[in-house]
């Protein structure tokens, strides 16, 4: 699967839930997790290989202290959220870009696997981030949407002039 660059229109869009999990949405799933090792990334959402549907996969099994594996998750809602973290984070669609991003601490987000049975994922860490950048890509937004106006433009900029290079 071709991974889509910011500001790609599709990025932008708001994905519709999912109505049957069948074959074809694992098929998606299976070619969404190898399109992100392939990329060597920890998270990859649908939108980001031009799908408007609301799922995700995450593998953090070499970037996390707790050894989270891979997780794919369907139509997820954050149902619960407390305090507030700043830390790096980047993107597949942001290539070489890394910003400060505000998120919450600690959530609960709750949703659908493969096999479609619900699942809740209490998360804290680098996952809990994970989880709410990829909730957001599904939202239509990407990380650098949530820089502050003076990064935000600075971003812009320099953004403009690699892609013109
Ligand atoms: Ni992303």
Not at 65 to 92: H, R, S
């Amino acid at each position: 699967m071709e991974i889509l660059i910011y500001p790609h229109e599709i990025l932008k869009c708001k994905a519709e839930p999912v109505k049957n999990i069948d074959e074809k949405i694992q098929k998606i799933i299976k070619d969404m997790i190898k399109t992100m090792y392939e990329a060597d990334g920890i998270g990859l959402a649908a939108n980001q290989v031009g799908e408007l549907i609301r799922l995700f996969v995450i593998d953090l099994r070499e970037k996390d202290e707790e050894k989270i594996g891979q997780v794919a998750l369907i139509n997820p809602v954050i149902t619960a959220c407390e305090g507030e973290i700043c830390e790096n984070e980047g993107c597949l669609s942001v290539p070489g870009y890394q910003a400060q991003i505000k998120r919450y601490e600690k959530i609960l987000v709750e949703g659908f696997n493969l096999d479609g049975n619900p699942v809740k994922i209490e998360a804290q860490g680098l996952l809990s981030r994970c989880l709410q950048h990829e909730i957001d890509h599904l939202d239509g937004f990407c990380f650098v949407d949530r820089l502050g106006p003076i990064k935000k433009a600075l971003f812009k900029k320099r953004w403009q002039k690699r892609q013109s290079e």
